[in-house]
């Protein structure tokens, strides 16, 4: 079947700008994730969605960003007044919901901003 | 507070030979541990995961890890490497006894297959 989506593969903007990550989880999962990896690193943390609620959004790094889900499945990752530091790729996950299911990962979506 | 050590960059071997790639973690609750593998400019595909139960795992492409709870580790392994086993392998773990599904990941570790 098919796997996590995203949308766009890339995005470049400019410092300042805003931008929308949309994300089309595996049919059917409850749970869905935000992961961020900048170069050289490992996947970070940014928020875990149950249903249509943010069960934990402890890895937001600031309140430029936010993320909905506002009907329990397609989600979208919201970026105000981009900053250079925001470059990175944005990974989106899902899980059929018990949190000791497996995390599948969509291709990610790559933020330049300029 | 959770951590996923990979303490090697990358990790180099003969096709052929077996292979370890190695994690430790620290988390203050039961730990529950992933092997993810990243390929050039694609999202991370799942290998295998240890929740409870036999400390020998068995994953996709003939991977396998042991969980070690003394010595806190989760060494990927595979009897024999191939060229196409060459990518970024990432361990991450979620701690059990909490409510939330985040995982932490480790640095990665390029692993280097050569023929």
């Known amino acids: 079947g098919a796997g996590v989506s995203q949308t766009p593969s890339n995005k470049v903007t400019e410092k300042g700008k805003y931008v929308e990550l949309r994300c089309d989880p595996i049919s059917g999962h409850t749970a869905l994730y935000w992961y961020r990896q900048s170069l050289g690193q490992g996947p970070e943390f940014l928020i875990y969605?149950?249903?249509?609620?943010?069960?934990?959004d402890s890895g937001l790094p600031n309140d430029r960003f936010f993320a909905v889900r506002p009907e329990g499945s397609v989600s979208t990752l919201k970026i105000q007044r981009t900053e250079r530091g925001d470059s990175a790729v944005y990974l989106c996950?899902?899980?059929?919901?018990?949190?000791?299911?497996?995390?599948?990962f969509g291709p990610g979506t790559r933020l330049t901003v300029l | 507070a959770q951590s996923v050590a990979q303490p090697e960059d990358q990790v180099n071997v003969a096709e052929g030979n077996p292979l370890t790639v190695k994690c430790t973690y620290s988390v203050s609750g039961n730990p529950y541990l992933f092997w993810y593998v990243q390929y050039p400019n694609r999202g991370l595909q799942f290998l295998l995961k240890y929740i409870t139960g036999d400390n020998l795992v068995k994953g996709s492409y003939g991977f396998e890890a042991e969980f070690n709870k003394s010595q806190t580790s989760f060494h990927l392994k595979k009897p024999s490497a191939l060229v196409s086993d060459s990518a970024l392998y990432f361990c991450a773990v979620r701690d059990g006894s909490s409510n939330t599904g985040k995982l932490i990941f480790g640095q990665g570790t390029t692993l280097q297959v050569k023929p």
């Open positions: 996950a899902s899980s059929a919901g018990l949190l000791t299911d497996t995390q599948y």
């Open positions: 969605f149950q249903g249509t609620g943010a069960a934990d």
